[in-house]
Structure formats: C-alpha cells, structure tokens
C-alpha cells in the first residue's frame, strides 16, 4: 500500500512540475506570467515559448543558458565588446550582466529558429517582468534597432523606441550620432525608379548593393526618407 501510496504522490508531483527541457516546465505560475505577456504583446498568442536559465553573458545582446544554447536578441544590437570595443559596449554588456545572469527567461520565437552562426533566435522576457528585454535595451539606449528579414514581428515599434531614446539622447545616444556611431552600415540606396531604400548587413542584396548614403540605425535610414529592403 506503501508503494502505491508513493507513485501517487510522485505521479502529482509530476503533473505540477511539468515536463522539462532546457529548463522548461509548464506550471500555473508560468501559465500566468505568459498571461500577461500575451495582454501586452498580442502577436505571442499561440505562440510557442520555451524558458530557461542565462548562465553567461557573451555580450549585451547575446547570451548562454545552462544547456550551452547561445540566444540571440532579434531586432536589436548592442555596441561590439570583441575586437575594438565600441562605444558603449562594455556599459551594455554590463547592463545585461546585472539583469540577466542567473536568471529564469522566457523565449519567444518569431520566424527563424537560428542565425546563420547557429545562435538561436528570441524575444526575451525576464521571469515576472512583462516588459520585453528587446525593448528595455532599446529604451535604456543600450542597443538600436537591427531587424533582419523574416523576422519582424516588431520591426516597426523598434524604430519608434529607438528613435525616443535618440532623441532625448539616452545611452549610446548621449554623443553626437557621428560620435555614437564611427562604422555606419546600414546602405541607403537610390534605384532606377528613383525609389530610396535601405540595406541591412546580411541582407540578400547588401554586398552588391553600392550606397549613396549610409546610416548607423534603421530610425536614421526611415528618417532620411528611405524604405527597408524587402529582402
């Protein structure tokens, strides 16, 4: 009687843990908490997430859960702390350091499930905080905007964020653009029909793509008058 009396309550314990993977389970806390993402952010609904914990910070918009699964942020970019460190790298690094390490993450996707460097792509949200990290990077003024096709679920409200925090001159933008920003990437292009449109790193026609101006951000490129690449 024993013995069955132990299965039973191992078979409960189960049922509220959940199944695990990467430190996923489904519980009714995490149940809730998804809640509350999916009233601020109606586009999650429906949508899969997986949780997990960040064990090391690679950079401020890259990092390494416990399973060794590097997550890459989409739709944003923090300065480089490898090589030539950028300005403001360290400060974003460091911020995401303070916020993330150790931490229990939910991670949403949107169309690709990795980059071409095999990191896996999400929309990042700290457990009990409902404000997306994409975003609170975007209006801390550690990151600007770098929405790669197709995954832009949020491409246009990250230009809007971006562009606030570079007008009242937070973060990165606390310098002069010209300052903030010394390798402009992004190519502003002028076709045959005089259509003006811009071109991200990586996209599929950046390389051959000549620029008549180049930009640091998205805001900056939309600003100028020109329109993203669909490709």
Same mark, same amino acid.
């Given at each position: 009687?024993?013995?069955?009396?132990?299965?039973?309550?191992?078979?409960?314990?189960?049922?509220?843990?959940?199944?695990?993977?990467?430190?996923?389970?489904?519980?009714?806390?995490?149940?809730?908490?998804?809640?509350?993402?999916?009233?601020?952010?109606?586009?999650?609904?429906?949508? *899969?997430?997986?949780?997990?914990?960040?064990?090391?910070? !690679?950079?401020?918009?890259?990092?390494?859960?416990?399973?060794?699964?590097?997550? /890459?942020?989409? $739709?944003?970019?923090?300065?480089?702390?490898?090589?030539?460190?950028?300005?403001?790298? /360290?400060?974003?690094?460091?911020?995401?350091?303070?916020?993330?390490?150790? +931490?229990?993450?939910?991670?949403?996707?949107? !169309?690709?499930?990795?980059? /071409?460097?095999?990191?896996?792509?999400?929309?990042?949200?700290? +457990?009990?905080?409902?404000?997306?990290?994409?975003?609170?990077?975007?209006?801390?003024?550690?990151?600007?905007?770098?929405?790669?096709?197709?995954? !832009?679920?949020?491409?246009?409200?990250? !230009?809007?964020?971006? /562009? *606030?925090?570079?007008?009242?001159?937070?973060?990165?933008?606390?310098?002069?653009?010209?300052?903030?920003?010394?390798?402009?990437?992004?190519? $502003?292009?002028?076709?045959?029909?005089?259509?003006?449109?811009?071109?991200?790193?990586? $996209?599929?026609?950046?390389?051959?793509?000549?620029?008549?101006?180049?930009?640091?951000?998205?805001?900056?490129?939309?600003?100028?008058?020109?329109?993203?690449?669909? *490709?």
């Amino acid at each position: 009687m024993m013995k069955y009396h132990f299965l039973y309550i191992l078979l409960i314990a189960i049922l509220l843990t959940g199944c695990s993977k990467d430190g996923n389970q489904t519980s009714l806390n995490s149940d809730v908490f998804v809640a509350q993402i999916i009233s601020k952010y109606p586009q999650f609904k429906n949508k *899969q997430y997986e949780f997990a914990t960040i064990k090391r910070i !690679v950079d401020g918009d890259t990092y390494e859960t416990n399973s060794g699964h590097k997550i /890459r942020l989409i $739709g944003v970019n923090t300065p480089e702390v490898f090589g030539e460190t950028q300005y403001y790298g /360290r400060e974003a690094s460091d911020f995401s350091k303070k916020r993330l390490e150790n +931490q229990t993450v939910y991670l949403f996707r949107d !169309v690709s499930e990795t980059d /071409r460097y095999g990191r896996v792509l999400r929309y990042l949200f700290i +457990q009990n905080d409902p404000v997306m990290f994409n975003e609170t990077l975007l209006n801390e003024g550690y990151a600007n905007t770098m929405s790669v096709p197709p995954d !832009v679920m949020f491409a246009k409200k990250f !230009v809007v964020l971006e /562009r *606030q925090a570079r007008e009242n001159r937070i973060g990165i933008w606390e310098k002069s653009d010209a300052q903030a920003c010394k390798k402009p990437e992004i190519k $502003g292009n002028i076709n045959t029909q005089k259509d003006k449109i811009y071109h991200l790193p990586g $996209g599929k026609y950046y390389d051959q793509t000549k620029a008549e101006e180049v930009f640091c951000t998205e805001a900056e490129a939309i600003d100028a008058g020109y329109r993203k690449s669909s *490709q």
